[in-house]
């Protein structure tokens, strides 16, 4: 509290604000501070908790917080006088633990630099458990390598912990939905069991299935749709992936894969060349969309790659 004995622990040696007596966060609208406080007035009205001291003693602080909070001019003097912001959010969205973790890492820096204007470009899709999944337009994608340095990764991780209250991670995404993010997930879940499956081949054993074969002609497609969903997760996975050199490095392993995906089906039994140089073409196209190169230009790269027998 402002003063006096009304001031009590909220733990971690910070006293208990107006707003925690309130359970809101910081950026609580009027109708926020409205609704909380007629919830714990119902709760702590002595006609309904009865006249016990401690309950009369915390209905009393309920009203003084609620009489400083929902008056503009007091709640903004009051809220000159606390230190920092309260953590961690009492009532964390997404939007709201990014917001707060991108304010943490400018107060800590010396300067505003390219970090700072990556994480405010960053939209925030999803928490998915402890996965804070993000995405940053295209025209500002460029400025994804700066949160993917090892130190700046260390920032926002440590931001996002002090604000959540629990260790949280960020994965960024080329998506831009839910929906984009259940379809990756997906598609890396199929990839994850089509390798175990390979694995297992390889070794003499039938791999375990607990679903029907697809159709032949969606087991070819979907070796095309797990590598397109891999050259996504694997470009934002890509340290420095700012610079012309890492691009290019991984273009060359991208293309590798491209080449082993068409040898297999090359050969398998729903082979089908037309399906096979559409799908190829359809790879190309979104590596290009990726890494901002013509298809036309990697195709003729990758046919020489293939021809000197590099990939």
């Known amino acids: ?73 007091r709640r903004y003097q009051y809220d000159r006088t606390l230190p920092q912001k309260s953590y961690p959010l009492r009532h964390p969205t997404p939007q709201k633990i990014w917001k707060e973790a991108t304010d943490v890492v400018l107060i800590r820096s010396d300067r505003f630099g390219p970090l700072n204007q990556a994480m405010q470009a960053t939209l925030p899709i999803c928490l998915d458990g402890s996965l804070l999944v993000l995405t940053i337009p295209g025209s500002e994608r460029h400025l994804a390598g700066h949160m ?10 440590n931001a996002l912990e002090m604000v959540y209250g629990q260790p949280v991670e960020f994965r960024l995404i080329d998506g831009s939905t839910l929906e984009d993010w259940e379809a990756l997930k997906a598609a890396e879940a199929r990839a994850k069991a089509a390798a175990t499956a390979s694995r297992n081949a390889q070794r003499g054993r039938a791999a375990p299935t607990t679903s029907a074969p697809p159709s032949s002609a969606r087991a070819g497609e979907g070796a095309w ?56 073409a359809r790879v190309l196209e979104r590596l290009g969309s990726v890494i901002d190169l013509s298809p036309v230009f990697l195709a003729v790269i990758y046919e020489s790659l293939k021809r000197s027998g590099e990939i």
Do not use: C, W
């Open 225 to 280: 749709d797990d590598l397109i969903q891999r050259i996504h997760r694997s470009y934002q996975e890509l340290p420095s992936r700012q610079y012309p050199q890492s691009k290019a490095r991984f273009a060359r392993e991208m293309m590798r894969l491209m080449a082993r995906t068409e040898e297999d089906l090359k050969y398998a039994e729903e082979a089908n060349e037309e399906t096979n140089e559409r799908n190829l």
């Open 148 to 157: 993917e340095t090892a130190a700046n990764h260390n920032s926002i991780t």
């Open 1 to 73: 509290m402002a003063h006096g004995d009304s001031r009590i622990s909220a733990g971690k040696d910070r006293p208990m604000t107006y707003y925690d007596v309130l359970n809101l966060d910081r950026d609580a609208t009027p109708d926020d501070v409205r609704a909380s406080y007629h919830d714990l007035a119902r709760q702590y009205h002595p006609d309904v908790a009865g006249q016990d001291p401690k309950v009369t003693q915390r209905f009393a602080l309920i009203n003084e917080a609620y009489r400083i909070l929902s008056d503009q001019q």
